[in-house]
């Protein structure tokens, strides 16, 4: 089981950007997908969940409204369209992979998520 999230770079406050997760050695549509990020002296928190069929997505409300999580299930590859980017949403973004969302999905520790990518970071400047 392979998780590798991609895309983290440096975007102007405002901007636009998406970040990647690919998966690989599962089947991709049994799982749901979550996104985390963690700032530097900050805990890990959870941005976003998508369910299996991709109807159903959950969003932390720092980040509702401006980000948008996707997945596309023939190409085993998860999404983060951020846009209206701020400096506080400069972190090392992480994926990570659970059976369902649930009510808890923004909950890094829980031991639903028992895959994770290695993280890529997004630096927002002012």
């Known amino acids: 089981v392979q998780l590798q999230a991609s895309g983290g770079g440096l975007v102007q406050a405002g901007g636009s950007h998406r970040l990647s997760c690919t998966f690989s050695?599962?089947?991709?549509?049994?799982?749901?997908i979550g996104w985390f990020r963690q700032a530097p002296g900050k805990e890990r928190e959870g941005v976003s969940c998508?369910?299996?069929?991709?109807?159903?997505?959950y969003y932390a409300d720092s980040v509702k409204g401006r980000f948008t999580i996707s997945r596309d299930n023939a190409k085993n590859t998860g999404y983060l369209q951020m846009s209206s980017l701020k400096p506080e949403d400069t972190a090392v973004y992480y994926c990570?992979?659970?059976?369902?969302?649930?009510?808890?999905?923004?909950?890094?520790?829980?031991?639903?998520?028992?895959?994770w990518g290695q993280g890529t970071l997004v630096t927002v400047s002012s």
């Open positions: 998508i369910s299996r069929s991709g109807v159903n997505t």
């Open positions: 990570a992979r659970r059976w369902a969302c649930g009510n808890d999905w923004y909950i890094s520790r829980n031991p639903g998520y028992d895959y």
């Open positions: 050695g599962f089947t991709f549509d049994g799982y749901a």
